[in-house]
């Protein structure tokens, strides 16, 4: 009966091993959990808040090219304005110019000499 009773002993003590083992095993497990729900949390945070600064300097982006389209926008309005003006002057004096060029030729066509151009005393 020694035998039997060994025996006994002896899975008695496995199974307090293995409840101890158990028991340890669960408790790394959960520590090794909460590390790594510790880890994702963080991860998540900090990807969260570079996300926010890549929106931010987008949007700082997009008003800093929506200025300078507005700017193009007002420098070749003005552009034009000074152009349109230089041209209408040029026409006026085009006009001006050939207004009197046709005076010339009436009175030489009236008078039939040329007029003098020189002041010559």
Known sequence: MT????????????????????????KIKERHEKQHNVILDWETRK???????LEQIEAKI?????????????????IEKIAGGAKAKAEQNQEKEEHKVKEKANKIRSTGKMPATCLCF
């Open 3 to 26: 035998k039997g009773t060994t025996t006994t002993n002896h899975v008695v003590r496995n199974s307090k091993a293995d409840i101890w083992e158990k028991e340890e095993m669960k």
């Open 47 to 53: 990807k969260k808040k570079s996300k926010r600064h």
């Open 62 to 78: 997009d008003r800093r090219r929506a200025k300078t389209k507005q700017s193009f926008y007002n420098d070749i309005e003005r």
